[in-house]
C-alpha cells in the first residue's frame, strides 16, 4: 500500500504532467491537420459538418455571418465566402467613383443559402448582379442580406451600410435599394399563430420576437454577467472557448463525424414526415385558423394585422433612407405559390420547427393548407405597401412554373435564381434609370 508521501507524488507529477500532455497532444495535431494531404483528404467532411459557427453575434443586427470560421479557411465550395466586410461577396467588385450601386437586403434566400459555388457565382445575389451589368456596366450590386433577417434586422443593416459607405472606396453609394424575399416575415406570423399564450407572457425586452431573436438577448446577457461576476457564466464561456480553438476537440469532431457520415440513420427528427391526425385536409381558411391553430377568424386576423403593421412600418422606414421611387420590394415565389390550384397536395409540412420555435410537437398542417394561409398574408401585406407611393412594390409569388425552382420550402434552385434574377433585373433597369 502506498504511503501518504507516495501519493502526494504521484499527485504531484499527474498535476505537472496531465497539461503538459494535452498541450503536447493539441501542438501535435495542429501540426497534423496542416499536411495538405490531410486537409483534402478531410475537405469534404469540413464542408459538410461544422465545427465553428458558421454565424457570430452581431450587435447591431443580432447576427452574421462567420468569415473566420474554419470552413471559409480550407476555401469551401460548400459555404458563401465574404469580402473584408464581412458581407456574403459577389464575382463583380468596382472601385470606381462613378459606379451606380444597388443594395441587396433580405434573408437567405437573397443570400444565395444553397447555391454554393467557387466566389459565389451561383447566388441568386451574384446572378442578379450579373443581369443587372448585362444591361448596365456601371452597376454594382452588394450583397447586405443574411440568413435568418426579417425586416427589422434589413433596416439596420442599411443604416449600418449607409454609415460606413462614405468611408470606403468600394461601397458605392446606392441608387437603388432592394429588398427581397418576404417569407421570412411570414414564418414569423407562423410562429405568433402557433404559440398564442407566449404573445401574453412575452417580455418587453423580447419585443415579441419582431426584432432579434429572443436566444439572441440571453445570449449577449449570459455574456455580460460571466464579465459582471457569474462564476456559473464564466466557466461556461471558459469552456465555450475551449472547445472553439482545442485541436483535440477538433479531431474528435472530424472523428464523430466520419461515424455520422457511414450511419445511415436519420438524425434530424424536424426532418421526419408526420402523420397527421385526423387524415383530413380543409379547404376554407376558416377551417383551418380554427382545426390546426385553435383560433377564431378574429383572433387570427388579429394577429395578422398585429404582423403585418410590424412588417409595413419597417418597409415605409426603409423606403424613407433613398429617393422616392428607389426602394423596391421584391415578394419573392416559394414553394407554397407555385403549388397548383387543382393539383391535390394533402401532403404534411415537415421540417420548419425552427423557423416557428415549435421544436418540440411538429405542427399539423398540410401543403395546400399553408397554401392558403400564405395567399391571405401575402395579398394583405402587398395593399398595405402599396398604399406608400414611395415604395415600388414587384410579387412575384406566382412566378414560378412549378415547385421544381425550389430546394425546400423557400430556397431556390440554380435554375430557379437564374431565371428569377433575370426578370427582376428587367424590373429593376427602369427604376435605376
Known amino acids: 500500500m502506498a504511503s501518504s508521501k507516495d501519493l502526494k507524488k504521484i499527485l504531484s507529477y499527474t498535476a505537472l504532467l496531465t497539461p503538459l500532455g494535452i498541450l503536447m497532444l493539441e501542438f501535435t495535431i495542429g501540426l497534423y491537420m496542416k499536411i495538405p494531404s490531410i486537409v483534402e483528404r ?5 464542408n459538410r459538418t461544422s465545427y465553428s459557427s458558421t454565424t457570430i453575434y452581431d450587435p447591431i443586427s443580432g447576427w452574421r455571418k462567420n468569415c473566420n470560421d474554419k470552413q471559409n479557411l480550407v476555401n469551401s465550395l460548400n459555404d458563401l465566402s465574404c469580402n473584408k466586410h464581412g458581407l456574403v461577396e459577389t464575382p463583380y467588385k468596382s472601385t470606381s467613383s462613378k459606379a451606380k450601386g444597388v443594395l441587396l437586403v433580405g434573408n437567405s434566400v437573397a443570400m444565395g443559402e444553397g447555391l454554393y459555388a467557387a466566389k ?3 447566388t441568386f445575389a451574384s446572378q442578379l448582379e450579373r443581369n ?10 452588394i450583397n447586405a442580406a443574411y440568413s435568418g433577417y426579417n425586416t427589422w434586422q434589413e433596416h439596420v443593416e442599411i443604416m449600418r451600410y ?3 459607405e462614405p468611408l470606403h472606396d468600394d461601397l458605392p453609394k446606392p441608387s437603388l435599394i432592394i429588398s427581397f424575399g418576404g417569407i421570412q416575415d411570414f414564418w ?3 410562429r405568433l399563430l402557433t404559440n398564442k399564450k ?9 419585443a415579441n420576437g419582431m426584432m432579434i431573436a429572443k436566444e439572441n438577448i440571453n445570449y449577449i446577457e449570459d455574456i455580460t454577467s460571466s464579465y459582471n461576476g457569474n462564476i456559473r457564466s464564466g466557466i461556461n464561456a471558459l469552456m465555450a472557448s475551449i472547445s472553439k480553438n482545442s485541436n483535440i476537440y477538433y479531431m474528435m469532431n472530424i472523428v464523430r463525424s466520419n461515424l455520422d457520415v457511414n450511419d445511415t440513420k436519420l438524425k434530424d427528427k424536424s426532418q421526419i414526415i408526420i402523420e397527421l391526425s385526423p387524415k383530413v385536409s380543409y379547404a376554407s381558411l376558416e377551417e383551418i385558423v380554427s382545426k390546426r391553430f385553435n383560433l377564431s377568424i378574429a383572433e387570427y386576423n388579429d394577429i395578422r394585422d398585429y404582423l403585418i403593421n410590424s412588417v409595413v412600418r419597417n418597409i415605409n422606414s426603409n423606403a424613407k433612407l433613398i429617393e422616392s421611387g428607389k426602394y423596391v420590394y421584391a415578394y419573392a415565389p416559394t414553394y407554397f405559390t407555385s403549388l397548383k390550384p387543382k393539383v391535390n397536395r394533402n401532403i404534411p409540412i415537415n421540417g420548419i420547427g425552427h423557423l416557428i420555435n415549435r421544436t418540440e410537437a411538429p405542427l399539423e398542417i398540410y401543403e395546400k393548407e399553408m397554401q392558403l394561409i400564405e395567399r391571405d398574408y401575402r395579398e394583405e401585406l402587398i395593399k398595405n405597401l402599396r398604399l406608400n407611393p414611395d415604395i415600388q412594390v414587384l410579387d412575384y409569388a406566382n412566378a414560378a412554373e412549378s415547385t421544381a425552382w425550389f430546394i425546400d420550402y423557400s430556397h431556390l434552385t440554380e435554375y430557379g435564381a437564374s431565371r428569377l434574377s433575370s426578370a427582376l433585373a428587367n424590373d429593376l433597369i427602369p427604376f435605376i434609370k
Open 42 to 46: 478531410n475537405k469534404s467532411l469540413l
Open 120 to 122: 459565389n457565382k451561383k
Open 132 to 141: 443587372l451589368r448585362i444591361q448596365d456596366k456601371s452597376l454594382d450590386l
Open 162 to 164: 449607409l454609415n460606413a
Open 188 to 190: 414569423n406570423f407562423i
Open 198 to 206: 407566449d404573445i401574453k407572457i412575452n417580455k418587453y425586452k423580447y
